[in-house]
């Protein structure tokens, strides 16, 4: 049964970029949860639909001259975080208001650009919600490039993006370079959300962030298997459904956030179990 499903080369595609995007959005969504900053990623998604609609709208306007949607889904991303960080230095003391603020920009943004570009296609549907048949061989050195990227970010930086996840303050006392770690990380976030658009849709990649980490908190019992354990599940989530979505013909996206949820409730389940005993 597998054999005939990877036969196809759009579904070794998208295996190949569910994988990569399995190890990369839990990683940088265990720093977003324990920072309890984890609606960025929703407010970074809401921007990043208004790239792909300026994209879309740019290839309909200047056809001879067309972008990759998912390049300016990035581009927008990418300043959408950077927008973030500087909101949350002019309000240190409400540094929250940073992603509504940013959330409402790019919703509004977003919608008028799509009206401008003809509505909603099939192929905005299948950024917004994901599509397996839609991961080109670009798409899949973008995500591969942003894995290398996530990698070296978390490796290089693990003790002191520790330090920042559980006291921000001493952190900086202690000499962390607060600002630029924050800089660099909330790029990692942006890119993150931009590639993995193409497998869950822009809709639902926050729930690939958050979810495997908020299955693994109920079985870790250090901060580096939390890494482990959230890898694992959205890995488990991202294999179980592709293959669930091919056969019965769902959305690959809603599919696999469905099954991430599953596994959710059942870590839940099973600590409670756990804690009785």
């Not at 959305?251 to 991430?260: D, N, W």
Request: glycine share 8%.
């Amino acid at each position: 049964m597998i054999d005939a499903l990877i036969h196809y080369s759009f579904m070794q595609r998208a295996f190949a970029a569910g994988l990569l995007v399995g190890v990369i959005a839990p990683l940088i969504g265990v720093y977003l949860v324990m920072r309890r900053l984890s609606l960025i990623a929703d407010a970074l998604s809401h921007v990043t639909l208004t790239g792909i609609a300026a994209g879309m709208l740019w290839n309909k306007l200047f056809p001879f001259f067309p972008v990759n949607p998912v390049l300016s889904g990035m581009g927008a991303s990418t300043v959408g975080a950077l927008c973030i960080e500087q909101l949350r230095r002019a309000y240190r003391h409400y540094q929250e208001l940073s992603i509504p603020i940013i959330l409402a920009a790019g919703v509004g943004l977003g919608v008028v650009l799509i009206s401008m570009a003809d509505g909603f296609n099939a192929e905005l549907f299948g950024y917004l919600f994901g599509s397996v048949v839609a991961v080109s061989v670009t798409d899949l050195w973008l995500i591969v490039m942003t894995t290398g990227l996530v990698f070296g970010f978390t490796l290089f930086t693990y003790r002191p993006m520790f330090a920042l996840s559980f006291d921000e303050e001493g952190a900086r006392v202690a000499g962390i370079p607060q600002r630029a770690l924050n800089f660099c990380f909330i790029l990692m976030v942006a890119l993150v959300i931009a590639v993995g658009m193409r497998v869950v849709g822009i809709l639902l990649i926050s729930s690939m962030i958050t979810l495997p980490v908020a299955a693994s908190l109920h079985v870790a019992r250090s901060f580096f298997q939390t890494f482990l354990y959230a890898v694992f599940f959205a890995q488990l989530a991202i294999i179980s459904g592709l293959i669930a979505a091919f056969y019965l013909d769902w959305a690959s996206g809603g599919t696999i956030v469905l099954v991430a949820v599953a596994i959710l409730l059942l870590c839940m389940g099973y600590k409670r179990i756990r804690v009785r005993e």
